[in-house]
């Protein structure tokens, strides 16, 4: 049997920071366990790094931590936390790419439009890094989120602030009626092994290859699906019009950073649509130096700066704001507009963001405004559609007494959309794409237009068998309706739909509630559940698991970030996520300014206790058990005591927050009698804490106020961050002494 070992991934931004000061900890208590933690760099830069070996020198080059931690995740033996990491858009590889060729790193520039077959291979090394890189890869199970019951009583006796809802909000979402990936979907389940290339035919006749040799498995389901470009950008100009004409903020909601083909296009599209008078204006300009829509305004206003038409270029955007309707802002202080970055905009930390702001998000004046939410694909929008009108009809919820939702998710092996990257293209010519297996037989055929987003998409039947087999399992353990969210007149849903009804009958389903129900019903039917404070699993999709996961526990909790977020993985390991990372730039942001971290490492804190109970099963150690139980219950005691950051300096920050974590941890393995040993062990550690609680505190609190110099915001020193992030000597030393 190998070592006792859990994997601690190096991420970036917020929750990086925050592992300087936790690790450490997590460290010395595991290994009184006989437990060792290894990290692996997963970060951004790290994945770029990794890329580019043969231009850095031995002292910089490092292993391909991701590809390992793939490999790992498909043994018995895999126990690894995973925090969160950037999902890159290009204007955040672009920035890391020149944060590195600051530091030394002789790395190329991202080559947007490559001139050579040289800057092909350098683009396509960099698409490895972009968008969802890391969770495809790691994710060799499916998901199993839920609100823990510890925050789930903190959130029933602490509420959360929820805006208040009127019938007459004019709050709604808008999608397109016709010619979107849902409207033109078209699924198979192939019926043996076999290789399909996806081939483009012109208007001429001519065949050209896409991509070769798509690698499917008996039963695996493939989908395709297209997305007018003409039409969305008529869709689009109509939307600007009509929130112009009620009054209401124009807003986008995208997944520009996990869809990193289809939707920055997308992106771009409402971009060049609302600033049309722009970029018609000045599109011989904006060629010249390199503007991409895809980036977003902010790319605009990044090139056109020192050239001799800045004020020119500036004054006609600001001309733009006359006539069209007001822009939902990111950042009103900065006139950061709702299209100024793709990263900014992420549908699924925006929109219920929104929905628990009265359906309102924030104009030019810093002000709550009724909102037009654009999400052009109908696919999964009608999701929050649903959600505002029972908000409307009903009014907000409440934390005090709603019930929860929670979450099988079907992910493993780059399940559905999140997997499509490799098979998205935009069309440069009309004509139609066909998906050829090896014998020559066409199993789709789209037609496309010039400019047109095609994608296909795939499942596999294994994935699919354990998706349902979790779903049971869930249903059984709680006694709660598990809802299908799968919708009979979507191609690759009706594919699903099937296969759920065969493999269930595999199942003892007796006495459980198990349903299947379209997007739509599965909310009304979910929210209806929910203010009479029952409790709901929903059984969805790898991009509903997403949406889901952060709409249902924003609205439970307040944050996503409190989820407690487990991944079987098929083969026996575990894969024990912390957490989303939406706010985690801001919260650098306020680090570097005034040393004050306000990042809640609650989720680090849940899925470490799983982690430990996991490990304690697959190793046969004890000791890692009564960590783990021991955790959960500090844990408890870490929310009841209200320890979590505060949102100011002279409150406990994060490292703060991180101080009572060990304190409470060392005090339940002292007071504990299931293992003399590690009683004995944390008892000084425990007296030691408690004794100098207020001295540690007056040192964790007496280092914020002032600007902290990390070394790099993508790439900190970890000499310069480990500083930053552990300044108390006290609780330092007493740390040392367990070891």
Not at 317 to 336: C, H, N
Request: with cysteine; charged share 25%.
């Amino acid at each position: 049997m190998a070592k006792a070992k859990i994997i601690y991934t190096k991420t970036d931004e917020a929750p990086a920071l925050a592992t300087y000061s936790f690790l450490p900890i997590v460290k010395t208590f595991a290994s009184a366990a006989g437990v060792e933690i290894e990290t692996k760099d997963i970060s951004l830069t790290g994945r770029i790094i990794a890329n580019f070996p043969e231009n850095l020198s031995e002292d910089q080059k490092i292993g391909d931590a991701l590809a390992e931690l793939g490999a790992l995740a498909k043994t018995p033996e895999a126990n690894i936390i995973k925090l969160p990491n950037i999902s890159a858009s290009i204007p955040q590889l672009q920035a890391a790419i020149n944060e590195l060729q600051a530091l030394g790193y002789n790395i190329p520039d991202y080559p947007a439009e490559p001139a050579n077959a040289a800057e092909e291979e350098i683009k396509s090394r960099y698409a490895k890094v972009l968008g969802s890189a890391v969770n495809p890869v790691l994710r060799e199970g499916n998901s199993d989120r839920r609100a823990p019951k510890a925050v789930k009583n903190y959130a029933k006796k602490h509420p959360h602030s929820m805006g208040a809802w009127t019938a007459d909000s004019k709050s709604h979402v808008a999608s397109m009626p016709a010619d979107d990936f849902y409207g033109s979907e078209k699924s198979v389940t192939v019926d043996k092994a076999t290789d399909v290339s996806i081939q483009f035919v012109g208007a001429d006749g001519s065949t050209s290859v896409l991509k070769e040799k798509v690698a499917l498995l008996e039963g695996e389901i493939i989908d395709a699906s297209v997305m007018n470009v003409k039409a969305l950008k008529a869709f689009i100009a109509e939307q600007v019009a009509d929130a112009k004409a009620q009054g209401v903020l124009f807003s986008l909601h995208m997944k520009a950073t996990m869809m990193k083909v289809s939707d920055p296009i997308i992106f771009g599209a409402a971009v060049e649509v609302f600033y049309k008078d722009v970029f018609e204006k000045y599109a011989d300009l904006f060629n010249e130096l390199g503007v991409t829509a895809t980036n977003g305004l902010g790319d605009v206003y990044a090139k056109i700066a020192g050239h001799a038409k800045q004020a020119e270029v500036e004054a006609a955007i600001e001309a733009v704001y006359e006539t069209a309707p007001d822009l939902a802002m990111v950042d009103s202080d900065k006139g950061i507009t709702n299209l100024h970055v793709p990263s900014d905009v992420i549908i699924d930390a925006s929109m219920p963001a929104m929905i628990r702001t009265s359906g309102q998000m924030w104009n030019k004046a810093g002000k709550q405004q009724d909102t037009k939410a654009v999400i052009p694909d109908r696919s999964y929008a009608g999701v929050y559609q649903a959600t505002i009108d029972f908000c409307k009809q009903n009014g907000a919820l409440d934390p005090t007494t709603m019930g929860s939702v929670s979450n099988v998710g079907l992910m493993a092996q780059k399940a559905e959309e999140y997997g499509s990257h490799d098979k998205t293209f935009q069309m440069s010519a009309a004509g139609t794409v066909k998906v050829v297996d090896a014998a020559g037989t066409v199993l789709i055929e789209q037609p496309v237009g010039e400019g047109d987003i095609f994608r296909m998409c795939q499942v596999k039947d294994l994935p699919i068998q354990d998706w349902v087999k979790l779903a049971v399992k869930r249903a059984r353990a709680t006694g709660t309706p598990a809802v299908f969210w799968l919708d009979e007149n979507r191609a690759h849903d009706a594919q699903l739909i099937a296969k759920v009804n065969k493999y269930l009958a595999d199942h003892d389903t007796d006495g459980l509630e198990l349903l299947i129900k379209a997007p739509v019903a599965a909310t009304q039917f979910s929210l209806e559940r929910i203010v009479k404070g029952d409790d709901t699993i929903s059984v969805t999709g790898n991009v509903l698991r997403d949406y889901l996961t952060d709409l249902f526990p924003i609205l439970e909790v307040g944050t996503s970030a409190k989820m407690l977020s487990i991944v079987p993985l098929m083969n026996g390991g575990g894969l024990f996520e912390t957490g989303a990372g939406g706010s985690a730039p801001k919260h650098v942001q306020q680090f570097i300014k005034e040393g004050y971290l306000r990042w809640d490492s609650l989720g680090e804190f849940l899925a470490l206790a799983v982690s430990l109970e996991h490990l304690g099963e697959t190793f046969d150690n004890p000791k890692a058990k009564v960590l783990g139980e021991a955790l959960d219950v500090a844990t408890g005691r870490f929310l009841d005591n209200d320890k979590s950051p505060a949102r100011k300096v002279g409150g406990i920050d994060n490292r703060g927050s991180h101080f009572y974590l060990a304190l409470y941890w060392a005090q339940e393995l002292a007071a504990q009698d299931k293992d003399a040993e590690l009683k004995a062990q944390f008892a000084e550690l425990a007296k030691d804490l408690t004794e100098n609680e207020e001295k540690i505190n007056a040192e964790l609190i007496g280092a914020q106020g002032s600007a902290q110099s990390i070394g790099g915001y993508y790439h900190p020193s970890f000499d310069q961050a480990s500083k930053a992030m552990r300044p108390s000597f006290t609780l330092n030393d007493a740390l040392a002494q367990l070891v």
